[in-house]
């Protein structure tokens, strides 16, 4: 029996339905039960939540998430494989477990989660991740339909998202992630925890909307960070002329020409992307 219920262990489900991961999925599968149980408790109180899940393969945070008293958890499978494992979850669980066989790029996730909150809590598959996240971050309608994201990342990709200005992995993930949400990393996960174990360790990362980020169109912050961070080493004097004026989009935004893409805040780049806008 398992330490969070009476369902077999995962070890046994993967056997059963022959489920070796796929590295063409980008899968990585999480056994240890306890850990998708601190996965699941990272997401805050579920009581009463909706939760999607992305790639959740043979249901291990599926079943903790279920068991921390999510009111309804929305699982997108794109593997056929995966689903009878899930379907046993399901019927542990009656009305609460709804299957979505799909590719989680393309799926309406606002309208799977319906009305009342909702968040994501997701083991992301790795070749999906960060498109997913620009997705949901760079999404037209703000606040979005979710009140958090609690994913996982290659380590690599969490400090990306989490940094600050100055930090070596500070750049346009961040920018994007830091202007609408804040960003934290919660905990590492080890490589060995995972089956097949990846060869880099892994990193839950929490995001929390931002109920009134400042006021920016999305398309010109990612053509002033694109630009920016394009040619990060030089001036931005020099790495914003591919925008026209650079010295005039500078003195709009109050920023001094000599500056770098890593030293300028959120803030900065809000006001060089309305700069930019102001002049289209």
């Known amino acids: 029996m398992s330490p969070i219920d009476d369902l077999p262990p995962l070890r046994e489900v993967i056997r059963r339905h022959e489920l070796a991961a796929k590295k063409s999925l980008g899968q990585n599968f999480l056994l240890d ?59 542990r669980y009656p009305g609460r477990l709804d299957v979505i066989e799909g590719d989680a790029l393309e799926v309406d996730m606002a309208a799977l989660a319906g009305e009342g909150p909702a968040r994501v809590i997701a083991n992301l598959p790795y070749n999906i991740a960060t498109p997913l996240l620009t997705g949901w971050v760079a999404a037209d309608r703000w606040p979005p339909w979710w ?33 609408r949400c804040e960003t934290s990393i919660a905990f ?28 920016c169109a999305v398309r010109d912050l ?45 803030d900065g780049f809000v006001a060089l992307a309305n700069a930019l806008g102001a002049r289209r």
């Open 33 to 91: 039960l306890n850990l998708t149980a601190r996965i699941a408790r990272a997401g805050g109180r579920l009581e009463g939540v909706t939760v999607v899940e992305v790639g959740p393969g043979p249901g291990g945070l599926t079943r903790a998430l279920l068991a921390e008293g999510a009111k309804r958890v929305v699982a997108i499978e794109k593997d056929s494989r995966a689903l009878g494992a899930l379907a046993e979850i399901a019927a």
């Open 147 to 179: 009140d958090g994201l609690t994913l996982m990342f290659q380590r690599e990709v969490a400090e990306r998202i989490a940094a600050k200005p100055g930090d070596e992995a500070y750049g346009r993930l961040a920018v994007l992630c830091g202007w």
């Open 188 to 215: 590492d996960v080890n490589p060995q925890a995972f089956t097949p174990p990846p060869k880099v360790t892994s990193s839950v990362v929490r995001l929390t909307p931002r109920e009134a980020p400042l006021p």
């Open 222 to 266: 990612e053509a002033v960070t694109q630009a920016a961070f394009g040619q990060r080493r030089k001036m931005l004097r020099q790495s914003l002329k591919s925008l026209g004026d650079a010295a005039a989009l500078l003195a709009e935004a109050g920023i001094e020409p000599t500056r770098r893409a890593e030293e300028i805040p959120v």
